[in-house]
C-alpha cells in the first residue's frame, strides 16, 4: 500500500437530495408509463376505422366506432350482460362470503383449519375451474348433471342453454370467488372491537339486533373493499365464460372482454375492439369512484362518530 | 444395393411399380421393411435431387409455427429426410389449436421475422393476405430456377388450388386469374356422413341420402338406440359451427352466404325462402337428434362421441370419422363413410373444405429457404409417405389418391371411405364468399342458430335479423 493509496479515501457515490424523491419514485413512474401508453393508444385506436385485414381502409373516423356501438342492438346487450354477471356474482359472493366468515369467526382450531381448507378454490386457475365444471356438467358423464337427474331435472342443460347458462357461470364464479370475500371478510370480523359485542351481551341484546345495528356497520368498509375488489374482477370476466361457452348460446353470455377479445384476435377489427375496452374502462370507473366515495364517507362519518 | 433391388427401386421410381409392390419385391429379396422405406426414401431424395439444386441453402437455417396434428406429426416424423436432401436445419414451435391462431395472429402482427412458414386455414388467408402478412407464392411457383421441376403443381387437387388462391377483392371469385396463391394446400378435410355400421344394423336404418332421409335417420336411431343420440354436428359459438356439415348441406340447395352485386357491393343471402326452410329443417334435426348440449359441441365433442359410441352418426369432417375409427376408441372398427348430398335433386355432394394450409410470412428473412421447405412439404413424395405410413388424411394429391397402396390401406380399415372420397372431391372446394368479414359473419350465423335451437327466435325471424346485422356490418366495413 503506498501514502497516495491512504491519502486518497475512496469516493462514495452520492445522491443530491434533490434528485432523491425523483429516484425513488421512478419505478412507480415507469409503471405509470407502461399503463398510459397502452391507454392512450387504446383510444387513438378506439378513433379509427382500422381493422387489420383491410390495412386500405384505415383512417380516423373520430369516433364512429363509439357511435356504432351505442347504435347497435347487441352492444347494449353486452352492457346489460356484464352488468347483470357483475352484480349477480358479487351479490351472491358477499351474502355466501359473509355467512360463511361468520360462522368462522370464532378463533378455534377447526374453525381456522376449514377457513384455510377454504381457500382451495382461489388456488385454482378460472380457466381449469371452468373446464372442470363443464366435465362436472356432462349431460353423459357429469356429476352435476347425474345429481340434477336425481332432483328431479333429468333434462338440466346447464350452459348449453340460454335459460340456465348464467346461472352456470355464475355458479363457478362463486365456487372459485366465493374464499376471496370470505378470507377478507373474516380478517375483518376478527379485528371488530369487542366492547361493543361484550355490551351488547351484558345487556341482552338479540343476536339479530347485534348483528343489523352492530356487526354489520363496523364490518361495512370491509364488505365495500372486498365488493370493489370483486366488481373491478368480475365485470372483466373472460375466462370462466369463453372457457365454457364462447359468449353462447345465442349473445346470452356476451360480456365486454370476450367481444372485445372475439373482435381483436377473430376478427382483427382493432377499431371497435379498443373502443369496447374505453366503454369497460369507463364504466369500471364510474363504479369504482361510487365505491370510493361511499368509502370515504363512511370512514368520515365514523371519524366524527369517534 | 445388390442389382435386383436397385432395379425394383428403379421401376417404382419410374411409375411402374406401387409402392406396395415395391415393399413386398423388396421383402422377397429379404429385405426388411424399415430397410425398404429407407431405401426408398434414399432413392427417392436422389430423384428429387437430380434435376434440381436442392443443396442451395444448405446449412440454412428456416423456423415454423405448427398447430399439433397428425399433419404436422407426419412432417416432423419425416424431417430427416428434407434435411438429407437439403442440408438445411428446420427448427419448429408446436401450439395446441385452442391457441395455435392467436399466436400466428400475434405473430404476424407483430412482423416477426421469427417464424417463416406457418399452419394456416384457407380462410384465415382472406385476413392475412390483404394485412399484407403473407406473400403470394405464385412468384416461386412459376419460377423454374426455384421450383423443382417434379413439383408438379397441377397434381394437387383443382377445388383445392383455387380455394386457396383469392385476388384479395371482396367477394372476388376464389382461384381467379388475377388471384394470389396465398396459400398451399397439405391436408384437407370433407364434410360427409360417418356412420356406426352396428347401430344403423341395429336400429335397422340404411345409410342416408338426403336430407330428409338423415333427419328421420337421426331421430330413430335416438328412439332405438340406448345411451346414443341420433346425429353429431358442431354447435358452438364459433365459425367452426357454420364451415363443415351446414355449409356443405346448405350450398347443395343452391344456397350461398353472400350476393355480390356488379358493382361489388355485398348484401347477406341467407334469408331467402329456401334458405328459411333449410335452416328450419337443420335445426328441427339438432332439436330432435342432436347431443344435448349442442350450443357447446365444437369438433372435439363431435368426433369423441361417435368415438365413444355416444352418437351413431356424424356429419362433420371425413378425416375426423378417419381418427374415430382406430387408436383406443370404443367403436374403432365399426365406422362407416358415406358421402351425403342433402338435396335429393343434386347430383353430387357440394362438400365445403377445410384445407390445412402452409404460408410463407412476409417477414420472414429466409424466403427462398422457406419455399424449399414449402415444396418440398406439399410435395408428392412427402404426401405419399404421410398418407401410407402415417395419418396424413386428406391427401391434397391426385398421385397420391391414386396409389394403390394408399387406397388398398383405406378400403381395407375405413370401409367406404375411398368411395366418399372418390364421389365428393370433384365437388370440394370452399363455398363461403371470401370476404374480410368470414369470421365477424359467421360467427354471428352460428350464434343465430343457436338461439334458433333453443327456441329464443323463431328461424324465419332469427334470418331476417341476422340478415340486417350482416347487411350492416358489411356498410360499416364500407363493403355492402
Not at chain 1, 503506498?2 to 425513488?24: Q, S, V
Not at chain 2, 394456416?120 to 416461386?140: H, K, Q, S
Request: overall charge neutral; hydrophobic content about 45%; aromatic content about 12%.
Amino acid at each position: 500500500m503506498t501514502a497516495a493509496d491512504i491519502a486518497a479515501p475512496r469516493r462514495r457515490f452520492r445522491i443530491g437530495a434533490r434528485a432523491l424523491p425523483y429516484l425513488l419514485s421512478l419505478p412507480a413512474l415507469l409503471v405509470c408509463i407502461a399503463i398510459l401508453i397502452p391507454f392512450g393508444t387504446a383510444i387513438y385506436y378506439s378513433l379509427q376505422r382500422f381493422r387489420l385485414s383491410q390495412p386500405w381502409a384505415r383512417q380516423m373516423n373520430w369516433g364512429e366506432n363509439y357511435l356504432n356501438l351505442f347504435t347497435d342492438p347487441a352492444f347494449w346487450n353486452t352492457v346489460q350482460v356484464s352488468l347483470t354477471y357483475a352484480a349477480l356474482t358479487v351479490g351472491l359472493e358477499l351474502c355466501l362470503g359473509l355467512g360463511i366468515a361468520l360462522l368462522l369467526q370464532k378463533r378455534t382450531r377447526l374453525n381456522n383449519f376449514v377457513s384455510i381448507m377454504l381457500l382451495l378454490p382461489l388456488m385454482t386457475a378460472p380457466a381449469l375451474a371452468a373446464l372442470m365444471w363443464k366435465l362436472m356438467t356432462n349431460p353423459n358423464f357429469g356429476v352435476l348433471s347425474w345429481l340434477a337427474s336425481l332432483m328431479g331435472f333429468p333434462d338440466f342443460r346447464w350452459a348449453s342453454s340460454p335459460d340456465t347458462a348464467l346461472l352456470t357461470v355464475v355458479l363457478v364464479d362463486i365456487w372459485v370467488y366465493t374464499p376471496f370475500i370470505m378470507i377478507l371478510l373474516l380478517a375483518g370480523l376478527r379485528s371488530l372491537p369487542t366492547q361493543p359485542f361484550e355490551a351488547a351481551a351484558l345487556d341482552g341484546v338479540p343476536r339479530s339486533f347485534v348483528f343489523w345495528r352492530i356487526t354489520l356497520p363496523m364490518l361495512t368498509p370491509y364488505i365495500l373493499t372486498a365488493s370493489l375488489f370483486r366488481l373491478l374482477d368480475s365485470i372483466q370476466q373472460f375466462d370462466i365464460i369463453y372457457a365454457m361457452t364462447q359468449g353462447g348460446p345465442g349473445d346470452t353470455l356476451l360480456v365486454f372482454q370476450v367481444e372485445a377479445y372475439l373482435n381483436f384476435f377473430q376478427s382483427t377489427n382493432v377499431g371497435r375492439s379498443a373502443a369496447l375496452m374505453i366503454i369497460l374502462w369507463a364504466i369500471t370507473y364510474v363504479l369504482s369512484s361510487i365505491f370510493i366515495k361511499n368509502w370515504l364517507r363512511l370512514r368520515e362519518r365514523a371519524r366524527g362518530e369517534a | 444395393m445388390l442389382e435386383k433391388e436397385r432395379d425394383l427401386v428403379g421401376a417404382f421410381m419410374r411409375g411402374q411399380l406401387s409402392r406396395r409392390d415395391l415393399v413386398r419385391g423388396l421383402g422377397a429379396l429379404g429385405v426388411s421393411a424399415a430397410s425398404a422405406n429407407a431405401l426408398i426414401g434414399m432413392a427417392t431424395s436422389r430423384a428429387l435431387a437430380a434435376d434440381f439444386d436442392w443443396k442451395k441453402h444448405a446449412g440454412t437455417g428456416v423456423k415454423l409455427l405448427l398447430n399439433k396434428h397428425p399433419y404436422a406429426d407426419a412432417m416432423i416424423a419425416n424431417l430427416e429426410s428434407f434435411k438429407a436432401l437439403t442440408g438445411m436445419e428446420v427448427t419448429y414451435d408446436v401450439f395446441p389449436e385452442d391457441v395455435y391462431f392467436d399466436k400466428v395472429t400475434a405473430a404476424l402482427a407483430s412482423g416477426s421475422s421469427e417464424y417463416d412458414a406457418f399452419m394456416t386455414g384457407a380462410y384465415m388467408t382472406w385476413t392475412y393476405g390483404p394485412a399484407g402478412w403473407i406473400t403470394d407464392l405464385n412468384e416461386w411457383i412459376n419460377d423454374p430456377a426455384k421450383t423443382a421441376p417434379n413439383y408438379a403443381w397441377e397434381d394437387m387437387l383443382p377445388g383445392l388450388r383455387a380455394s386457396t388462391a383469392w385476388n384479395g377483392v371482396p367477394g372476388g371469385a376464389l382461384g381467379s386469374a388475377d388471384a394470389k396463391q396465398w396459400c398451399l394446400p397439405w391436408g384437407y378435410e370433407m364434410n360427409n356422413l360417418t356412420y356406426n355400421r352396428d347401430m344403423l344394423a341395429k336400429a335397422g336404418v340404411a345409410v342416408p341420402t338426403n336430407m330428409g332421409e338423415l333427419t328421420e335417420a337421426a331421430a330413430k336411431l335416438t328412439k332405438d338406440i340406448d345411451g346414443a343420440y341420433g346425429v353429431g354436428v358442431r354447435g358452438s359459438r364459433s365459425w367452426a359451427t357454420i364451415h363443415p356439415g351446414f355449409l356443405s348441406a346448405y350450398a347443395n340447395f343452391g344456397q350461398k352466404d353472400l350476393n355480390v352485386s356488379a358493382d361489388g357491393k355485398l348484401s347477406a343471402a341467407m334469408n331467402t325462402s329456401e334458405s328459411k326452410a333449410f335452416h328450419a329443417q337443420w335445426v328441427k334435426m339438432i332439436q330432435e337428434s342432436g347431443p344435448k348440449d349442442w350450443s357447446t359441441y365444437t369438433w372435439y365433442q363431435v368426433g369423441t362421441d361417435l368415438g365413444a359410441g355416444a352418437s351413431a352418426m356424424i356429419f362433420d369432417a371425413d378425416i375426423l370419422g378417419y381418427f374415430m375409427n382406430g387408436g383406443d376408441n370404443a367403436m374403432a372398427g365399426k365406422l362407416g363413410y358415406a358421402p351425403f348430398a342433402a338435396n335429393p335433386a343434386a347430383a353430387a355432394p357440394t362438400p365445403n373444405v377445410w384445407i390445412w394450409s402452409l404460408a410463407m410470412a412476409t417477414a420472414s428473412q429466409k424466403k427462398d429457404a422457406a419455399w424449399y421447405f414449402l415444396q418440398w412439404a406439399t410435395g408428392a413424395e412427402h404426401g405419399l409417405f404421410g398418407a401410407s405410413k402415417m395419418d396424413f388424411v386428406n391427401p391434397v394429391r391426385q398421385s397420391v389418391w391414386s396409389d394403390e397402396g394408399f387406397r388398398a390401406r383405406l378400403e381395407n380399415s375405413y370401409p367406404g371411405y375411398v368411395n366418399q372420397h372418390d364421389v365428393s372431391a370433384p365437388g370440394a372446394k370452399i363455398y363461403f364468399t371470401a370476404q374480410p368479414l368470414f369470421f365477424d359473419l359467421t360467427t354471428e350465423w352460428a350464434a343465430s342458430l343457436q338461439q334458433m335451437v333453443a327456441g329464443q327466435v323463431p328461424v324465419d325471424e332469427g334470418l331476417d335479423k341476422l340478415a340486417a346485422s350482416v347487411d350492416r356490418q358489411l356498410k360499416e366495413a364500407g363493403l355492402g
